[in-house]
């Protein structure tokens, strides 16, 4: 994607791999247990599942104990991520043991890229389901539950699920994401996303509208329009900018973003995630131009060094991307900015890293989501490249990058004391019953004193405290 990063620091540790447990939904005869890993499009491919699931008579539980079926929707971006969900199979398996009718699925990234090997070799599971076949479902589980193995693992070049009403398992009725596209051609050459989540395709932009529209009037206050790469949204013309529908209009993104924005000003919008080649001022514009359209880019570089873009298949250099954030902060002076980089890429050398250190100072970052490299199976670098930076030349790289995140936040955070935000509230502050959280349209979490304030209010605070991580502020009229 940009693989869809977390856009908090509660989300952020979901893609460390800290997994979600579903609300109890309906009654239903069969309980169905769903934990999700990984990115935001996980997290939101989930409430699908939970969706076509419930339409076929399951119940949600909390309780893994409970369930007649485990589905666990899983992350390959890197080998630990795949580790840990393996770890958690096992301790399934044992459950298993005690109740034999139990029906244990992977879905997701896992699914896709190691298809029967977790239901013949490793003994791991009854059932796998790749990213485009969770309609499947309902028939996969009555498989299983006939005594057979079930795989689907059939990549679509059209499913977007554009028909299919998410159940939202967030718990806050506040904030919601919106799939705008699935897949990604991108190709980058460590990524192992093209391989798992297969051709890009873009959703109908009416259904998108449709559904931001239907979370306002249920209340939710914030959408993040999701995909690998929404900057290359389109709608109703190829790649090679050819019409389908001449009888209808084309839709770029900075185009699905205002029609979302035009939902209502009360109704907050963010994305996720840009590519640096394709982010063009068009949207920034269009970002500019709406109030409500969250001050907020994520904006994935890797690496600041050119040479090492270029064995990154990333499609810009160093140059293109400080362009872009000078683009950014022209059109949008009060914007933030966050990345994402991978540490020891192979045959970075200290020289090329240290590019990216002088990058990371130069841009300034509000925030970042680092990594050291972990190579993956039939990626590009796997194939052309040696992954030969020792794992702790890797490490402290990943370290320093980290220790200048982490100063350059402290700073940026301290920039804002004294200043007036608007903050919609998400929910009571894990550290004070007193105490309320949410975000500013900067995405910087901001804790204040609860007074009558409920989840989805919006407060105009003024920042008293910070840290690293939050802004602490009070209320103001
Ligand atoms: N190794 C380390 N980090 C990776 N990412 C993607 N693939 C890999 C990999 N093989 C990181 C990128 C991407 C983010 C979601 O995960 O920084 O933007
Ligand atoms: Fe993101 Fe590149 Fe992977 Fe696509 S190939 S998901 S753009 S990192």
Known sequence: ME?????????????QGTATMVESIQDGSKKLYLESYGCQMNFSDSEIVASILCKSGYST?????????????????????????????????KQKKQNPSLVIGILGCMAERLKKQLLEEEKLVDLVAGPDSYRDLPNLIDEVEGG?????????????????????????GVTAFISIMRGC????????????????????PESIVQEAQELFDQGYREVTLLGQNVNSYRWNITKKNELIDPSKPTVSFAQLLEKVALVSPLLRVRYSTSHPKDMTDDVLHTMAEYPNICKYVHLPVQSGNSNVLARMNRGYTREWYLERIAAIRRIMPEASISTDIITGFCDETEDEHQDTVSLMEACNFDYAYMFSYSEREKTLAERKFEDNVPAEVKQRRLNEVQALQHEMAFRNNAKTLGNLYEVLVEGISKRSDDEVYGRNSQNLTVIFPKN????????????????SATVKGVVEN
């Open 148 to 172: 057979q193995k079930a795989v689907n693992v059939l990549l679509s070049r059209e499913e977007t699920y554009a028909d299919i009403a998410p159940v939202r398992l967030g718990k806050n």
């Open 61 to 93: 539980t909390r309780n893994a104990l409970d369930a007649d079926v485990i589905l666990m929707n899983t992350c390959s971006i890197r080998e630990n991520a795949e580790q840990r969900v393996r770890n958690k199979l096992r301790q399934y398996q």
């Open 3 to 15: 693989e869809t990063n977390l856009l908090n620091k509660e989300l952020d540790e979901s893609v």
């Open 185 to 204: 051609d991108n190709m980058c050459s460590f990524c192992v996303v093209p391989f798992t989540r297969g051709r890009e395709r873009s959703r109908d």
């Open 452 to 467: 009558n304030f409920k989840p989805g209010d919006y407060a105009m605070v003024r920042i008293t405290e910070y840290t």
